[in-house]
């Protein structure tokens, strides 16, 4: 695909990082909005932005004028039996994976509008949205309503701007490291999906790669479920 601007919200780690990787590798000019930056010290092309999504306001004046791509990366895994979550557990989920996903798109959609080429907007949800799962009530939530938004804006912002998420299951990154801190857990994990493995961050990288590229031009509002089968299959022996 040609060159392009392409701001990614939470690229210094996980899934987020393995994108800016991926994008640099197509010589694409790469803004990096997070909180730490010691990461992407080594990969060429790309600019840092201090930034935390939960501030009440965003600084977003060192964007270039123009924006072909944006990635909204940041996401929480509290799980809790829904009698010990606290309105806070709700209201902590719901502010970083649903307004800070609305703040960062409000402060880019006039340069992703400016695009001669049109834009691509890349959210991401879980699959704990489509397939319901034990103490995701928090998450799974919040989740949705990215959902929600994605599709609303898809509409709202056609034909200009494409809107779509990627529904990932359980991934090998830091964000999921509680969950796969042992060999037992690991493979308890793996066990639960018909594919019989966790996912990578490159995997989920790579969708949202193509998300962003000219080869998905005529996809928006779409949910796209990266999760080794587990929200559409049931495997039995």
């Known amino acids: 695909m040609d060159n392009k601007n392409i701001l990614i919200v939470g690229g210094s780690s996980g899934i987020g990082l393995e994108l800016v990787k991926v994008l640099s590798e197509n010589y694409h000019e790469i803004y990096v909005g997070s909180r730490t930056a010691d990461t992407l010290v080594e990969i060429p092309g790309v600019h840092h932005i201090p930034m935390d999504v939960t501030a009440e306001t965003l600084d977003l004046e060192t964007l270039p004028k123009t ?3 944006l990635v909204y990366c940041p996401g ?3 799980l809790k039996p829904f009698q010990r979550l606290t309105i ?3 209201r902590n989920d719901f502010n ?3 307004l800070g996903a609305v703040k960062v798109i409000q402060g880019c959609i006039n340069l992703l509008k400016k695009s001669p080429s049109g834009a691509s907007i ?3 949800s879980t699959v704990a949205v ?3 799962m034990p103490f995701h009530a928090s998450v799974g939530s919040a989740k949705a309503a990215v959902e929600g938004l994605t599709r609303s804006l898809a509409a709202e912002f056609a034909p200009r701007i494409r809107v779509n ?4 299951s359980l991934t090998d990154t ?3 490291q509680n969950l796969l801190s042992s060999e037992e857990k690991r493979k308890a994990s793996a066990d639960r999906h018909p594919l019989k493995r966790i996912g990578t961050p490159q995997e989920i990288a790579r969708s949202a790669a193509y998300l962003l590229s000219d080869a998905s031009a005529w996809i928006s509002g779409q949910i796209l479920p990266i999760d080794g089968g587990m929200s559409s299959l049931r495997t039995f022996k």
């Open 67 to 69: 924006l072909q791509g």
């Open 76 to 78: 929480t895994i509290v």
């Open 88 to 90: 806070d557990d709700f």
């Open 96 to 98: 970083i994976n649903l």
């Open 122 to 124: 890349v959210l991401f």
């Open 130 to 132: 489509n397939t319901g």
């Open 165 to 168: 998420a990627v529904a990932p």
């Open 174 to 176: 830091p964000l999921a």
